[in-house]
């Protein structure tokens, strides 16, 4: 089955506590990517990236790393968490990293509290 | 400075009736739009899609229309139905990159 699998699904750590959040899809996209979803916010983009070993920052970089080591491979990692990046994380990936004609398809979620 | 903005945060419509959400965007160099539908405790899952270069798509009961000297674009859901009570999140991005920029999201409820 074509699925985008993130781990864990849950979450709850304190502040400054290095996580990593792992993301991996089994379609061969070269296109990955990491949202979170924040009320009222909707869903922000904090990387992307278009290839292994090539990654870029979204809207909202502050606080993550991202590494794409491996094509279906790509984890997000806080090195110092903070109450404010208590959010639900979503990893997407998509077919082709030249064009953006085409739709992501979406992990199930990772819901991340900070204390 | 928020590029992509859908101002319902929620919208209720009878069973058999359209469903009209809308989205608008303030930078012109967006060329692609999406609509993805979201269900609690799941992913995003895409919906129906539309390029600069049409003003209407549709896609068996979903229909996108888009209006670009208003900026602005609309889902159409005939009939509605209660499967169809999700939260609904427009997206759109520039120039062939994969930055996409996603509204706030608008949830539906179709009521029986």
């Known amino acids: 089955e074509a699925q985008v699998t993130q781990n864990p699904r849950y979450l709850i750590t304190v502040t400054g506590k290095k996580l990593t959040v792992t993301c991996s899809q089994n379609?061969?996209?070269?296109?990955m990517s990491w949202y979170r979803q924040d009320p009222g916010l909707g869903l922000r983009q904090i990387y992307y990236s278009m290839n292994v070993e090539v990654t870029d920052k979204g809207d909202v970089p502050e606080g993550y790393k991202v590494s794409r080591k491996e094509k279906r491979n790509f984890p997000l990692i806080l090195e110092s968490p903070s109450p404010n990046q208590t959010s639900l994380y979503f990893c997407?990936?998509?077919?082709?990293?030249?064009?953006?004609?085409?739709?992501?398809?979406f992990g199930p979620g990772t819901r991340l509290t900070v204390l | 400075d928020q590029q992509v903005k859908q101002n319902s945060p929620s919208l209720s419509v009878q069973e058999g009736r359209i469903s009209i959400l809308n989205c608008d965007y303030t930078?012109?160099?967006?060329?692609?739009f999406l609509w993805y539908k979201k269900y609690p405790a799941e992913g995003p899952t895409f919906l129906i899609s539309?390029?600069?270069?049409?003003d209407k798509n549709e896609d068996g009961r979903f229909t996108v229309f888009l209006n670009k000297s208003a900026k602005h674009l609309s889902l159409h859901i005939v009939p509605s139905q209660p499967g169809d009570s999700a939260v609904y999140f427009c997206a759109a991005s520039a120039g062939g990159y994969q930055k996409v920029t996603f509204g706030t999201g608008t949830k539906l409820q179709v009521i029986p």
């Open positions: 930078n012109s160099m967006f060329d692609y």
């Open positions: 379609m061969n996209h070269e296109y």
């Open positions: 997407a990936s998509s077919f082709s990293s030249f064009s953006s004609y085409n739709e992501q398809f």
């Open positions: 539309i390029s600069s270069i049409k």
